[in-house]
Structure formats: C-alpha cells, structure tokens
C-alpha cells in the first residue's frame, strides 16, 4: 500500500489516518501552509508548523482545534513519523515529510528557492517518493532575481510620484503583500489594505521587521503613496478617492506579455512566490526522489518530460484551485 | 540596443500617453540617426520581412534549447506567440551584449538577402546566447515579422516633433508614402525644411462629431457626402488622386485623372469621389464595384459613372493655403475652374441646422458638415472647428481587433468579430458583430485574420489592427459591464471600409457622443 494516496478529500496516509491539505472536511487534517486553498475551514481537527498557527486561525476561526509543531520536530502518528520543513513559499510555510517502516514521502505544498526575508528559507529534503506542485510548470517560466523586481517596483513607484500619482500594487494578502512590504526600497508612506494589516500583524509576532506602514482607513487620502491591496479589495470608492493611480500586479503570470494583457493592470512585476520550472527540476534532482508525483498546476507537461527524461513520474489530480502566482 | 530596448520597457510598463511621448523623447533626444530612424520604423510598422518561417524558427528553438517539440508546442500554447515563447525558453546570458539596433538591423538585412540557412540559423544562435530578455523578445518579433509596440504613429511623430522642434504636421507630412530607414532619410526628416516630390499629399483634416453647445452662425454648412474622401494633386503637370487609406488610386478612375489634368499647376483640392446614376448623386456600393479594379474599361466607366467634387483647396499656385481661413480658401476654390464644387451656406439657428439636415437623405447627404468659418485645414482629427452632423448617427466605423470562427457552416471561416474604436493611442473594445458582409468580402477577411493573427487566446485570435468596418446599431447606452463603458444593442457590419486606414477609425468619444 502507498504511504500516501488521491481521495477525494485530498492526499490520504492511510496507516495514520489523515489527510494533507484536504479539500473536504475530515477529522484530521495535516496543513502544509495558511493559503486558503490549502487551509480550509471545517476539519475537526487541524496539524500545522507552529509559525503558521496563528495565520491559520486569522483566516479560519479562534476556535478551531490546532496543535503546532516546530520546523524540525518530529511527531508521530500511529507510528507514522511526521515531520515539517520550511517551504520558502510564505510565512509559516512547510514541506510535509512523512516517514514508515523506513520509507520516506516528501509533499512540498508550495515552495520556492529564493530567500524573499520573510518566509523561512526553502532547503530540499531528501526522500524516495516526492510530491510536488508545479504551478508554474511551463519551461518558459524562468524567474528573475527579486532583487530586479524590487528595484522595477521602486523605481515604478518613484516615476509615479513625480507624476504626482498614487501607486496600487495588487498582491496576495499573505506572502506577497509582506514581501513588498519588506523588500520595496522606500520611497514615501506605504498604506495596505485591512486584509493585509491583519497578515502583516501576525507575521510580525513571527519577528519579522517591516519598513513604517499603516493600515488604509475610509478617513486616509493618500498621496503619491504606495498602497498594497489583495486583487480582490479595488472598489470603486477606493478607486475614486485614490485620484490619479498606477496599477501594478505582483504575480509569476505577469512574465507571459498575453497575461499580462488581459489582467488590465498598467505594470507588472513577474514576483511569484512559487518555483519557476528549473526550480521544480532542481528539487526533483535534489530531493533525490525515485518517484515524482506532480500535482497543484500544469502537471501533463512535468509528467511527460521527467518520464521522458527516464523518471518514475505520475500526475495527481488537481485538487487546488489557480492560485494568486 | 540598449536605449531601445529601454524605450521598449518603459513602453511597456505605462498605458498613460503622457509618459510614452516622454519616454519616446528621451530615447529620440539621444539615438543616433541609425538607430532612431529604424527606432521609428520599427514603431511605425514600416518593418523589414520576417527572415524564416515559423515553422523553422520553432524547430531551431527546439534545437538550441535542446527541447522536444511537443515541450515547445506546448509552451506556445500556454504562451500564444512564439516569438515571446523563444524569448522565454532562452536561459539569460552571464553577460548581456547590446549591439546598436541599426548595427542588429543592417545584419538582419543582409541575412534577409542571403539563402544560405545555416548562415542564418548560426547567426540568430548567436544573437540568442548574448542577448537580455527584453532584447531577445525585440530580436524574435523582428524575425517572425510582427514587431508592434501599444503606440500610435501619431505618438512617435509628436515626440520626433517636439525633440526637433518642427511642426507635428511637418513630421506627418514627410512620413507619408514610401520611405526606408536610412540615415539619410532620417536626417531629411528632421531637416529643417526638405524637398518634396510632386506627389506629395498633405495630411488630411478630419471632423469630431458634433456635440453642439457651440453658436452655428459662426460655421459654414455643407452636405456630408457618403463617397471617397480624396486629395487631388497637380504638381509638375502630373496629376494624383489619394484616397483617406494614403493609396494613390488615380489610375482607377481614368475620367477623373482626364478632368484634373486641366488644372493649374500646383493645386491640391481636398474632395469627395462619388457615384453618380442620371445626374444624382448614387449609392456607394456602385462606388465599391470600382474600388480595387487595376483595369478600367470605358463599358465599366459608362455604367458606374463617378465625379470629384470639391470642398477646399490646399494649395494654389504651388503655394501651401492650409493655414488660410477657411472662407477665403472656399472663394479661391470657386476661382480654380473646377466643375463640381460642393455648395456650403450658413444658418442662423440650431432650428435651421436641423432643418437642413433632416433633408440630408433627400440630397442624396449622409448629414451635414460645420466648419469654423475661419478655421485653418489642420491635421487629423483636432477638436474643436469641423464637426459632422449625421442624419443616422448610430453607426461608426471601428476596428477588428478579435476574431473567433463562426458555428455550423461557418465553422471553418472566422466571422465572429470584435471591434475596437480608439481610446487615446489604444484601441478599445466595444462590440461584437457577426458578419454582415458579402460571401466574398467574408472570404477575404478570413484570409486577412488567418495571415495577421497576433496571439491566439483559446479560440480567440487578436488580428493587426488594420480593417475598418462600418457598424450600424439600435440603441446605444452607458454601461459600466463593458469596459468601453458604453453598449451598443443590435451591432451589425454596415459596410467593409477598405477606403479608410485604422488610424482613421472612430473613437471612444465618437461613441459615447451618440448617447444622449
Ligand atoms: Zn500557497
Ligand atoms: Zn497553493
């Protein structure tokens, strides 16, 4: 029997009993990070690296039953041995290693390799079976440094000001809007919306350091400033009392000109919070796994070049739904 | 490249006009004349051939990035353009190299006249493994033909202006017609004054819709006839018919080019071509059915009978009258011995103007025109003297800018358009029309969208902005679902308008005058 399989809830470890990441409400669920189409609300009981904890609660419910386990610290479940591994994707993120009878299995959630200063840095963990997403599994997906981006991003923001105009930067609520936060060079006062203050709180109680920021309010008129929101926070009215604004996005869809067109932004930064393409093969080489599977994202293209390439690998299913890249 | 692929970047990280035209400035106030007159056309679209097929492009892509095919006919999906897709797939260079665009296109140039492939293919190896990303992206559009930037020409003309201090009208001018990017070209467009040939158009004057609130006593009147908006030329005893889409059409219509060769020399009448059946002005389709014929026979000339009718004069005696009143350029035009002048008159009231143009029809008029009695014949569609006044506003001629194939029958041949008028320099879209045209002229725009294709999206293509139609509508509102902000109820294809170029289309304030 695998040591972990395709319910429909999610992936199953059937001698421990529980599910990882389930999408359908189980009794106990292992969750590899607070993103919400990997945390989601309705499980009796939830397991989680401890620095997400109170993430999960912001975004799910006070009181939800959670227990936290350190990066590192091993835990056990009907003699399964279970352990979790920073991820580098956001703030409390983790790769799940699940270990029995000697056999070792490795689900990364998602992750990156690049060191953003917010997100506990990524490094491989070693295993026979390797589950992985690939979000991002195009070969034309090939990141750039952050350190260009950030330097686009400030110099984007700067431009705007001379124009006397207010910058937006759309960006995921948790994990990118920090990242921001942490890495644009300074150049005037930096509003986010309510959605992103609440993250921004709790991923400071981490001991995480932020630039100044404050949290927009009705009351604020904000000028030549930069204001980080999640996608899903313009509004008309917000819009109104902003005047004269550039929009910007932060996502990995914004490196493909054809999506970039479509999202009606006026710049975006190619800033993905996930591994590029050779990132995801740097990990399948590291990991040192004999077989793949590849779920979470354009899983066909993975599959075929690594069994191509003389790999053991396998698609599964795409439980998740796109997420903000 | 290096400045322009940094023109390119800031291109395209901005939709505000404002902060085109600067960046344009900055990247013309330094170029050298090689690179800023390839610069200009590459952003004009005055591009050189594309120098292999894609079909060869993509299996070199395959090669150099050692790639199965299926891998990059999948990215080319994902993507929807394989120049951008090649530009992906190339890993970036330690070092990044930026040969000078002029230095890059006079290499391209030559490969272009070579047949020898592995020349070819070993040279774009080459410019592949030195080049940045935004160098490559350039590098491969350039080699698949499709070079195209979100600026207007217009755009690119007034930062030329502006950095050289002429005249925006000047710069346009001297761009009309056929040129090549040549050092030498570029220094005579930015020349102080320069020689022209006598065929030489003048940049023609176009009209906002009107939106009254301005005193009518102060505009002459005149029919807004439904033909050819056409220059004619007499310069050194040769005579020129342009028509709006900058064709010299003069050998289409023989009897035309007869007539004008008994004017002076050195005059330009901006006119109308129309048709005309016993005497009265006829239906533009009699027009169409000489459109585009490169031999006329005197049987064709007998049954479709066409005219040029005047309504101002540019030039006299070789001498530019554009920046005259426009009232005094109507009495020289009646002094010039042209047999077809089109009449004008002035109103006292708004009463009065709605009395003429309700008899618009009657006049065989598609509405009237208003020109500021003093205005100057000025340069594309400045706001502010010409105004037109349809008698049926509800139609305007708009762009293709998508297309997607048709059901059943049509499964086969693209006849699901989307149309775009323009907002500023981009082009927005507005409605969606099913063809309304001939099985022929179906036929044709087929061919057009499956030659021009951009990107494909899923079963959506985006097609180069470059075919006018006329669309006609029931009803028109505002509507915060579209992003026009405007919707049009019942669009359908009026009419192909072959005689208009895009620059000419419509634009969002055309569109959103109609609702009142
Ligand atoms: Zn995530
Ligand atoms: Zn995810």
Redesign the pocket.
Known sequence: MPLLEVRSQGIYCPPADVFLDPHRAVSKAII??A?S??ARWGMQHYIAPTPSVNLIKARIGKNISIAGFAYGEEFTINGVKFSFHPAG??PG?AQIRVEYHGEIWVYT??FKWEVDHVSEPFYPVTCHTLITECTFGFPVFQWRKQDFWFQQMGEWWQQNQEEGKNSMVLAYSL?KAQRILKNIPSCGSIYVHPAVAEMNDWVMELGVNFQPWKKLTANDKPEKSLIILPPSGQSDGLMKRLGEVEVGMASGWMGVRGKRSWSSVDRGFALS??ADWQGIIDLVDASQAETVFATHGNTDVLVRYLTEKGKDARAWGAFFER?EG | MMDFELLVDRLDATNSTNSKVKALETFFKTASASTAVWALALLSGNRPKRLVSTTLLKEWGCEKQAMPAWLMDECYAFVGDLAETLALLTPNPEIEIHPSLSILMGEYLQHLKSEHLPVKKAWIFSQWETMGPTQRWIFNKILTGGFRLGVSQKLVIKAIARVHSLPEETVTHRLLGKWNPSESFWHELIAPTMEMPPSHPYPFFLANTWEGKLPVQDFLVEWKWDGIRCMAIKRNNQVFLWSRGEEIITHQFPEIEKSLMNLPDGTVIDGELLPVQNGEVADFSILQIRLGRKKVSSKMMEENPVIFRAYDLLECNGTDLRTLPLLERKLKLEQIGWNDVSPFWSVSNEAELEQFRSRSLEHRAEGLMLKHQHSEYGVGRTKGSWWKFKVDPRSIDAVLLYAQAGHGRRANLFTDYTLAVWDGDRLLPFAKAYSGLTKEEIEEVDKFIKANTLERFGPVRTVKPELVFEIGFEGIGESKRHKSGVAVRFPRILRWRKDKPATEANTIEDLRALIR
């Open positions: 590899s990070h993103h189409d990997h994707h956001i993120s959630g998602d994990g919070d996930h997420e």
